[in-house]
Nanobody, 122 residues
């Protein structure tokens, strides 16, 4: 079973930047879509964006446009999420997901990372 492992979360100050990474445990794993979601306690998992295999750019949720950038490594089994101009409301657990359907729906993704906490202080 392929596992997704996220890293790069932690405590950051408002206005700063963070880069989250997500790597698949198998280098031959090449899902069509790799996505990022985030979740705060008591709320539904929120779509951030996805990057389709072979695509030139990512697709973002409206709330993520401008400050969030998703890109995939050439190996296709690694995806990154760059967050700039951090805001306290970005505080959440960020999850990486992979699947064969590039959608905004968390239930369309078959593989999930364990999540990485991002906390932004004001």
């Amino acid at each position: 079973q392929v596992q997704l492992v996220e890293s790069g979360g932690g405590l950051a100050q408002a206005g700063g930047s963070l880069r989250l990474s997500c790597a698949a445990s198998s280098r031959t794993f090449s899902p069509y879509a790799m996505a990022w979601f985030r979740q705060v306690p008591g709320k539904e998992r929120e779509f951030v964006g996805y990057f389709g295999r072979g695509a030139g750019s990512a697709f973002y949720a409206d709330s993520a446009k401008g400050r969030f950038t998703i890109f995939r490594a050439s190996a296709e089994s690694t995806v990154y999420l760059q967050i700039n101009s951090l805001k306290p409301e970005d505080t959440a657990v960020y999850y990486c997901a992979a699947g064969n359907l590039p959608t905004q729906n968390w239930f369309d993704y078959n593989y999930w990372g364990q999540g990485t906490q991002v906390t932004v202080s004001s």
